[in-house]
């Protein structure tokens, strides 16, 4: 690891190259596959690095490990494998190529690194897991990438109904996870827990990959609103006690002035990324990795020269980390508001749950966009839960027409286009996460503030919530999750309440929330005796400012 020290359990990665340059090992393989999930094949823009230069260029900016895009054709791997040796650097290996060109699982769009390379890479000692990319994304949009019919990612939902939908995913997840386990154990490796992680675009499914004994990996930056992001993949790995790795991904809407690969790429500015780092930083993950490493290093005349983005993260990992040793983890989180609802797959474009081609979506699945609207001052949209839904034309989308491909990368943007401000990190919201429909009582702790959506709820979670009601929680509940006896608003002594209504933007609802909803230009989070503070940097909330406190 290079030029660091620091307190922090958090472990830092750089994602592999799909444009700057051929994977160092493959060579001109990489050029023969789609490496970007753009639908196009761009061919790489820099000249190609040695292998021992490449992972020298990602340790000297401070990476613990290295996330490996697999080839499909396993072109390289064992190179690489030997230079992770050599080198003492880790790996995460990473599906993203085979799921977009396959060949894949019989009847899904995924594909799986083979066994007999999950054992090799088990077996070299530097193996730390296996990320999935977008699993989400790939069971409810199916034919994003294989087009000889509908394949979602984990299997075929169609005809289930949404809680048999979510099993289905979970049962697959679980028998994948199974088998991983049994490769680390017979191939005689030290590493007997290789996890599988969930890389999720969309807020959706976290619980449900939880369930089936994933790790939870959001994408801050992206296409994301933050807390919301957050606040549901923090959720997720405390309820299932799962690890929680964080992906800062510079692939997003904006335009700017700044290094850009392609459009969109990066779509983020490098003070927004700054921001990202810290604020991701301070979730504390298990790991922590930026996508991808184009955006820090161009490589030309035989050596690797940071760019802004690059010096963004230097400086993060070389001056930020260790000024600021972090004494939690992100399984610490202890929430003043929680959110229940069931894991339906809906993140706003109202179809396809959990791969599923039926109608549109029920109305009780779209009560989950209401309840952030109402926890967020209003920031976070009524009817989605990221920016993958109406109202949001990318500003990404004028730089692709206006610019030919083969005249990127452009060292400083687009001058004839303004830099752009659409994204933001910003939502004010009060501690809030998110747990399922089968979250138990002991897991709730002592909320102030419960509210209950989606399109159901277990009879043991109905009765642990009403609990918390009597002991002094406010609970907010839809009517058609409340239990026939309870249908009934109710006050306690305790102080709690037990709010039934049909829209979380009734009167009624907005009064009984108030008080627990915290300030309007502060998002704060409490881990244990330890609370994180994030308020605007900048009047479009790009960048934050952050306050810690030990309480």
Known sequence: MG??????????????????????????????????????????QDETPSGKSFVSAMQNLGADFYVHHVL???????????????????????????????PWVDGTNRWDVPDEAVTEAAVSGRLIGLLYDEPEHLQINAAQYRKDGWHPHWGAADGHELKEAAAVVANAVHDRVTRVMELASSSGSTQADIPLIAEHVFPVMFHVHASGGMAVCPKIMKESFQALQLGTALGAAKQYKRPMWICADLWGPDIGH??????????????????????GYLMAPTHLFAENVDALLHFRD?????????????????????????SWS????????????????????????????????????KSVFAAWHLLSHGTIPAHGSCMHIPGYDFPRHKLKRQTAADSYPLQSGCPDLPQTAMHTLFNPTNNVIVFDERVRYEQLGQPKLILAAGSRLSEETAAAIRRRAEEGSVVVIMSWLAPKAWQESKLYPSGGAWVVTDDFLSAEAREAAAPHLGADDCWRLRFGDHEVRFYKGDPT???????????
């Open 302 to 326: 035989q050596r690797f020269v940071r760019t802004e983005f690059g010096e963004v993260w230097q400086q993060f990992i070389r001056e930020y980390v260790p000024a600021q040793p972090l």
């Open 3 to 44: 030029n660091r020290a620091s307190a922090s359990s958090t472990r830092f990665g750089i994602q592999g190259p799909v444009v700057a340059w051929q994977d160092p090992w493959a060579g001109d393989a990489s050029d023969r596959v789609m490496r970007t999930g753009t639908g196009a094949v761009y061919p790489s």
């Open 541 to 551: 909330g790009r960048t934050l400012e952050v306050e810690l406190f030990h309480l």
């Open 72 to 102: 499909p054709g396993m072109e390289g791997f064992n190179d690489m494998l030997e230079e992770m040796k050599r080198s003492g650097m880790d790996v995460c290996l990473g599906n993203e190529y085979g799921n977009i060109n396959g």
């Open 330 to 365: 992100h399984a610490d989180v202890t929430p003043d508001t929680i959110l229940i609802h069931a894991d339906d797959s809906n993140y706003g474009q109202n179809a396809r749950l959990f791969g599923r081609r039926t109608d549109e979506a029920a109305e009780s699945t």
């Open 258 to 279: 700044w290094f850009t690969r392609l459009s969109g790429f990066p779509g983020h500015s490098p003070e927004e990324f700054a921001s990202a780092l810290r604020m």
